[in-house]
């Protein structure tokens, strides 16, 4: 499944290129949405989209999107309305958002004695999401988030072979989501790919035990090179 996440490929593609269920893809793809979205906001559990801003920050090479909280959304809110009537005191932004997107526009954020965010950097990275939310068709409010989270995990990962993605992605499951989407089927054909597709099964404990320094030796077994995956 993750070989298939790393394509961005649909669930109707996965299922039609696997055999599995639609539903049974759906919820595997949920599960690593999920894990995704820790991995970007360890502290914030996913929330879902009341209002229409997300909050976009880029640093250090690494960006993050999210819904705005609506503690922080109000106020933001309130400041893009009066910005036609010349009002420019962009109000308290705890959680250093560079930029904010509202209906569809871009709005820097910049706080009274800040260093200037270079132009660009947050441009792209929106540009990015966009064509990504446009490739989707429609999102539902409440995954909203979720969708955010994973799309900057792949934007922050662009440049990293997808066999690289994938071990990323195999480190971030949980062991008790990973006890309910197993790989069932690991293969070595033309070209060393890696075919990995998760399943709802039962019984599988022994593979909640696998940790990311064990995962070297299990494809080495199975003859998979991930840098070709």
């Keep these: 499944m993750l070989r298939w996440f790393v394509r961005d490929a649909t669930s109707a593609e996965i299922a039609r290129e696997t055999g599995l269920e639609r539903k049974r ?7 690593v949405r999920q894990a995704v979205h820790r991995f970007e906001h360890p502290a914030a559990a996913p929330r879902a989209s009341h209002g229409s801003l997300i909050g976009l920050r880029v ?4 960006a993050s999107a999210e819904i705005v909280p609506p503690a922080e959304a109000d106020p933001l809110e309130r400041w893009l309305r009066r910005r036609a009537t010349g009002f420019t005191l962009v109000p308290r932004n705890p ?6 997107v509202h209906r569809g526009r871009l709005y820097r954020l910049a706080e009274a004695g800040a260093e200037p965010v270079p132009f660009g950097p947050v441009e792209a990275f929106w540009a990015y999401i966009q064509r990504r939310l446009r490739a989707k068709g429609g999102i539902r409010r409440e995954r909203l988030d979720l969708y955010l989270a994973s799309f900057a995990w792949r934007y922050n990962h662009r440049k990293m072979p997808p066999g690289g993605q994938i071990r990323e992605l195999l480190s971030l499951i949980r062991p008790d989501q990973v006890s309910r989407v ?11 790919e890696l075919h990995g597709v998760f399943r709802a099964f039962a019984k599988t404990s022994w593979l909640s035990q696998i940790r990311r320094d064990a995962m070297d030796q299990l494809f080495s077994r199975a003859r998979i090179t991930l840098t070709q995956a």
Aim: aromatic share 4%; glycine share 14%.
């Design 95 to 100: 959680r250093g958002y560079m930029a904010v």
């Design 182 to 192: 197993v790989i069932v089927k690991i293969s070595a054909g033309i070209g060393q």
């Design 59 to 62: 640093a250090n090479g690494r």
């Design 25 to 31: 893809v759906v919820r595997a793809l949920m599960i």
